[in-house]
């Protein structure tokens, strides 16, 4: 590190970037238009990221940070359930006297760019979900006071994380399956590495490996309705004995699963149940309505942003994982007599 130190100082960016002390204040603080030349700006900000400086965490005292700005990082918005986190978080940062901008990572995975010239100076702290985890490198959003969403606390890049009980919502979801007489179980699971499916599946095989005489096939889809019908019909027109049950990790792969049961010539729940998972608008669009399990997104987002407001403070964030709830509807009954 420059001069020996720990962490590099605005003298450090001047050296590197041969200007002045001054120049860096006026480039990094977003001042500098009229000031001093674009050319110079971007060598200002690239030698600030090389040198790794962040003005926002070099007097950290554990007060709320100066921009009262936060970076809400999710997955593409496809459904509304995280435009629901976002309403929940920004309804809690209003009440403190905080904004929210909401950076929808590019398909949920890979590189994102940077929204902000700087992040850590135009940042006080970041809320992602682990489903958008991987844009937090490319936007050194990990390096910034950090709340993890649907996250798993042993490994959550070091950020306090705020979790809905989703092992539980699978737990209703199978007692109820099973509780109406199903053995045989279809798994749409999400073709997503992220933590919160991972759990969607160990909590499924371990509650059927408890109930004798039990079966479990599992296939993946993207979270996309045709995707979802494709991997669904192809594993109902391969597999005999056909399943009874179809237990998917999301709504839309629910609705996907739909249209590969009636181009079977199968009836929804005569000859097979379906379940979801979110309880979004779409679950009571279909037709049968959809059993699913409710997860509260705005609360989900009031708890992290009051979970980040914590982190600023100094204080530990609540613990315990917010409650989720099965929603019983007509897409379910007791399998059909072979």
Same mark, same amino acid.
Not at 150 to 165: C, M
Not at 263 to 289: K, Q
């Given at each position: 590190?420059?001069?020996?130190? /720990? ?21 990094? +603080? ?7 030349? =674009? ?13 790794? %400086? ?15 700005? *936060? ?9 509304? &359930?995280?435009?629901?986190? %976002? ?10 006297? &905080?904004?929210?901008?909401? %950076?929808?990572?590019?398909?949920? $995975? ?6 902000? =010239? ?8 970041? $809320?992602?979900?682990?489903? !958008?985890?991987?844009?937090?490198? =490319?936007? #050194? ?5 950090? *709340? ?17 009980? $989703?092992?539980? +919502?699978?737990?209703?979801? /199978? ?8 053995? #045989? &179980?279809?798994?749409? !699971? ?16 371990? #509650?059927? !490996? ?28 391969? #597999? ?16 996907? !699963? %739909? ?8 009836? $929804?729940?005569?000859?097979?149940? *379906? /379940? ?33 407001? =914590? ?28």
């Amino acid at each position: 590190m420059a001069n020996g130190s /720990t962490r590099p100082t605005s003298r450090d960016v001047a050296q590197a970037a041969g200007v002045s002390q001054a120049a860096v204040s006026l480039v990094l +603080g977003e001042k500098w238009r009229g000031r001093v030349s =674009a050319a110079t700006a971007e060598r200002v900000r690239e030698a600030a990221r090389e040198l790794g %400086y962040r003005p926002n965490l070099a007097a950290r005292n554990l007060r709320l940070g100066h921009t009262r700005t *936060v970076l809400l990082v999710v997955p593409a918005l496809t459904t509304e &359930f995280f435009a629901g986190v %976002y309403t929940g978080a920004a309804r809690v940062a209003a009440r403190h006297g &905080f904004g929210v901008v909401l %950076y929808p990572s590019p398909e949920g $995975i890979g590189p994102a760019r940077n929204p902000f =010239a700087s992040a850590q100076a135009a940042l006080d702290g970041v $809320i992602a979900s682990s489903m !958008a985890a991987d844009a937090l490198t =490319a936007i #050194r959003g990990d390096e910034l006071p950090l *709340v993890m969403l649907d996250s798993d606390p042993a490994g959550s890049l070091g950020g306090a994380t705020v979790n809905l009980d $989703i092992a539980d +919502g699978v737990r209703q979801v /199978t007692e109820h399956l099973l509780g109406l007489g199903h053995r #045989r &179980f279809l798994h749409l !699971a999400a073709d997503i590495a992220s933590w919160t499916f991972e759990v969607r599946a160990h909590e499924l095989a371990t #509650r059927l !490996a408890g109930t004798p005489g039990t079966s479990l096939r599992t296939v993946r889809a993207h979270i996309s309705i045709d995707a979802a019908r494709t991997a669904a019909e192809t594993a109902l027109a391969a #597999r005999s004995p056909r399943p009874t049950a179809i237990i998917c990790d999301d709504d839309k792969l629910a609705a996907g !699963a %739909y249209k590969a049961v009636r181009r079977l010539g199968l009836r $929804i729940p005569d000859d097979i149940s *379906v /379940t979801g998972l979110d309880d979004l608008a779409l679950a009571t669009a279909i037709d049968p309505e959809l059993t699913t399990v409710r997860l509260d997104a705005e609360l989900f987002g009031e708890r992290g942003m009051q979970a980040l407001l =914590a982190v600023l403070e100094g204080r530990e964030p609540e613990e315990g994982d917010i409650p989720v709830q099965l929603v019983v509807r007509g897409s379910t009954a007791p399998p059909s007599a072979p």
